[in-house]
């Protein structure tokens, strides 16, 4: 059983269309709950999901994805942990898809991705995430992940409150606990529309090469703050 975990602020325009989704694309009987957590939207995402009537669990937890997938994980009964962004929406049968790969002895992994977004760069970026490639990883993706190998991991390390996915990813691939599923995931490119694709990518790409140089949280967070937020 598979619990889905999803971490939003300020999330209204794409959580209905979200969790709509997720029931349509799957099989309830996979599924042990939806977990939203909730890290102190002033936009009604809270009053949009309790209305919905789907039974969704929302949790209110402080600010920061880690300690909000962290919490959500706490919470979660499945045997099999999903984490997912407000803005990412799974294949069709993503349940079944999970499922298949650890009963296969994949305890970890990702779908590859797909943006919204017809810009060559991001059709390109997308492609690339077929691959097996660590550079190529990132929340975006999605990241499910069984239960005991995440308890074993400790979960996402609270003290980034950007680049947790990679942290927690960085370690599944040092145990050699990843599979890329070859099925896409569409995702956002919101940020890019928002920045412009090259000078985002530009900011990216410094704060994986930051961390691959022993940046720490804070100095990550600091540049993240500066020419992104």
Known sequence: MI???????????????????LIDHSSLENISEIIVVDGGS????????????????????????????????????GDILYFLHADSFPPLHFDELIISEVKKGNNAGCFRLQFDSKH????????????????????DQSQFITRALFDEIGGYDENYVIYEDNI????????????????????????????????????FWTIYVKKWFGASAEDLLTYYKKYIC
């Open 120 to 139: 060559w760069w991001l059709r390109l970026a997308s492609w690339l995430t077929q691959f097996s490639w660590r550079a190529s990883r990132g929340g």
């Open 42 to 77: 002033t936009d009604g995402s809270q009053e949009i999901i309790k209305n919905l009537d789907l039974k969704i669990k929302l949790l209110s937890s402080p600010k920061g994805r880690a300690k909000q997938m962290n919490l959500g994980a706490k919470m979660a009964t």
């Open 168 to 203: 927690l990813i960085n370690e599944l691939y040092d145990r050699k606990e990843f599979v890329v599923i070859n099925k896409k995931i569409k995702t956002s490119a919101r940020l890019y529309r928002k920045h412009g694709v090259w000078k985002l990518q530009y900011h």
């Open 3 to 21: 619990s889905i975990i999803i971490p939003i602020l300020n999330e209204a325009e794409t959580i209905e269309d979200l969790l709509f989704h």
